[in-house]
Structures are given as C-alpha cells and as structure tokens.
C-alpha cells in the first residue's frame, strides 16, 4: 500500500479510499450487503485505511453501516463525511428530494446525526459536499471552525467547489482538503484547480477514479443499466458518447499488457502519478473488485507512457 500524509494535517492516509457510496443501497444498481462488507474488510486487510461516506448516501444508512463493519476499527481508521445535500423523507420508494443547505444551523445538526450514525466522538474529515448559493460561505466555514474548536471535527474541507469559491473560501480560512471528480474522462480540474491547490498545498482527493466503472472496460455499447443503477441517466454512458468513451479501454489495455495490469489499473495509475493528487477515491462492491483496484499501487507508469495517455 501506498501512503501519503496529507500537507497541513497529523493524518497519514492510503492513497487509495474505500468509496462507500453504495452502503446506502440505493442508486447504485443492485447490492449485495454481504459482499459489500466482505469488500471493506479486505480493503483493511489490504492496507486502506480511509473510507469515504456522506450523511446523504442512502440517508444516512452509508454512516451506519460504515460504522458497523469497521466496530472497534473505525477509531484508527480515517473517515470522511459530509454534509450540505439535505434531504425530504421520500414517501414509499421514490427518490428522495435533495436540496442544498450549508447554513451554520445545518452544520450542527448534520455533524450531531453523522456522529451519532457514525458512533464516534469527532470525525476525522468533514466536506461540505456541494456548495450552497444561499449561504455565504464564510458563514459555512465560522460554523465548521466552531465543531473543530469543541473537538467533533479534526479537519473541515470541501467538495465540488469551483476555483473562485475555493479562493475565497481559502483566503480567510486555511482550508487543507479538497475532494473533486478526476479521472481520465473527466479532466476538468486540470485547467484551474489542481494547479492553485497544489500552489497552496491543499490536499486534493479525487473520485470517480474510473467513472463509475466505464474505464475498468467491461461495458460495451449494448450495456444497458436499470433504473435504479445512476448510470441509465449519467451523459457518460450515453450511448452516443459512450462509443468514444470506450476508445480510451484500447489504449489501457496496450499499456497494461506492459505491466501485467487491467486497464482499471492503469487508470487509477494514471490518476497516482499526478503529483496534484493526494489520494483517489474508489467504490468496489465485491472483495475481487477492491483487490483488482489495490493491484493500482506500489508501481509506476513511465513518463513515455504518462505522455501517451496525456
Ligand atoms: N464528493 C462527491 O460529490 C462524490 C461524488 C461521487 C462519488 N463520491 C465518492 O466516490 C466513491 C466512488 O464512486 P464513483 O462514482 O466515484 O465510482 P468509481 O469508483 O469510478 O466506480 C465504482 C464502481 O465501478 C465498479 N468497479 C469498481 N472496481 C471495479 C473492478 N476492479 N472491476 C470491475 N468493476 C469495478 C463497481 O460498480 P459495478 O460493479 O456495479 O460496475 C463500483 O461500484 C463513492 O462511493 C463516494 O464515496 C464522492
């Protein structure tokens, strides 16, 4: 496993995070609980020990079930949660209606509930999640400082955020931890974000590390999803643009022949070897898939290579 110990903080994380987006049970197409939790522990067994949840993923059952598999364990791992995606109570199966809200009131109740599902004291990281235009965000940030101060958060960050919002947010407030898509098909952080960040030595952690699973190859055009998996919606999978999406497996595949690597691994490879990048997240629902991903660390694509997929 590799490690990093993020600039500004006392925490020393693997570079790869367990995603546990699909704890929730929903929106990720059909789980299996049993193999999800046997995927976590072998991320432990493996080395991983940083998990990233959100109170909004499955409304709070991502926390709770975190907390579950990890017991005693969860006091040594690093955890990150969010908050600032509330939600209405759906009625019967529906989809929940979200709604945006990082007002200081929301700051400490959201952090009150994530400690209570999550069983701790103080959490490790804690994200706004997406930015909230109804709420200055200084406002955000003087509430996030106050839950540090009483010990019930060790670091605060953010998600999502645009550069002019990470600017201003930066500039009165240190802020160490930024969490933002970044894979070989969504590169946009590459024209402003990464570059300020890593100037200001904030820690850039990112997800989506093969596209909600486009980039590990084993879709074609004819892959259709269910209504419960996000990807029937997600403009990545769309067929039209999917067709050129999938050029890019080709060229996985030739480089992970070199290596004795899958293409998902030479994916998260390609996103490691970014020296803006801290640390990627990544789901997994099985131990295969967690293993497979491990396979990512502790080896290095050459500069030719960096270049070809560049
Ligand atoms: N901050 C934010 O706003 C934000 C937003 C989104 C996600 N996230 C975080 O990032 C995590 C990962 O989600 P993501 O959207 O970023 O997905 P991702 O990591 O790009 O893809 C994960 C999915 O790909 C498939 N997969 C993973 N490894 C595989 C392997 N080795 N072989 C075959 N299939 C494999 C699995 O789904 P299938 O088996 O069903 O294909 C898995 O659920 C989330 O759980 C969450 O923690 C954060």
């Not at 493996?46 to 005693?72: H, K, T």
């Not at 029937?232 to 060229?251: A, E, S, W, Y």
């Not at 899958?262 to 390609?270: D, E, G, H, K, L």
Request: proline share 5%; charged share 25%.
């Amino acid at each position: 496993m590799e490690y990093v110990k993020l600039h500004n903080t006392d925490l020393k994380i693997s570079r790869l995070i367990f995603g546990c987006e699909p704890l929730g049970g929903t929106d990720w197409g059909k789980i299996d609980e049993n193999l999800l939790e046997k995927a976590i522990n072998q991320a432990i067994n493996l080395g991983i020990n940083c998990f990233d949840v959100a109170d909004v993923y499955g409304l709070g059952r991502a926390e709770e079930r975190l907390s579950q598999i990890l017991g005693p364990k969860r006091h040594d791992s690093v955890i990150i949660s969010k908050f600032g995606v509330n939600w209405e109570k759906p009625i019967g199966k529906a989809r929940a209606k979200t709604f945006l809200d990082c007002s200081p009131k929301r700051v400490v109740n959201a952090l009150e509930n994530s400690l209570k599902r999550l069983k701790l004291d103080c959490i490790s990281v804690y994200l706004i999640h997406w930015p909230d235009p109804k709420t200055p965000i200084q406002e955000t940030l003087e509430a996030l400082l106050q839950c540090q101060t009483e010990g019930k958060i060790r670091y605060f960050g953010v998600s999502n955020f645009p550069l002019t919002l990470l600017q201003e947010a930066h500039q009165n407030i240190s802020i160490p931890i930024v969490e933002l898509q970044y894979n070989l098909i969504d590169r946009s952080p590459e024209q402003h974000l990464l570059n300020y960040s890593q100037q200001e030595k904030i820690n850039v952690l990112g997800y989506g590390a093969l596209a909600q699973g486009l980039l590990t190859g084993k879709f074609n055009s004819d892959t259709r999803f269910e209504k419960d998996d996000r990807r029937h919606r997600l403009p990545n999978f769309r067929p039209d643009v999917l067709g050129k999406n999938l050029q890019i497996i080709d060229k996985l595949k030739i480089l992970g022949q070199r290596h004795g690597k899958t293409p998902s691994q030479v994916a998260i490879r390609w996103i490691l070897d970014n020296p803006s990048i801290s640390a990627t997240i990544v789901g997994a629902k099985n131990p295969q898939q967690i293993t497979n991903n491990v396979g990512a660390l502790d080896w290095q694509l050459t500069d030719e290579e960096l270049m070809e997929l560049n």
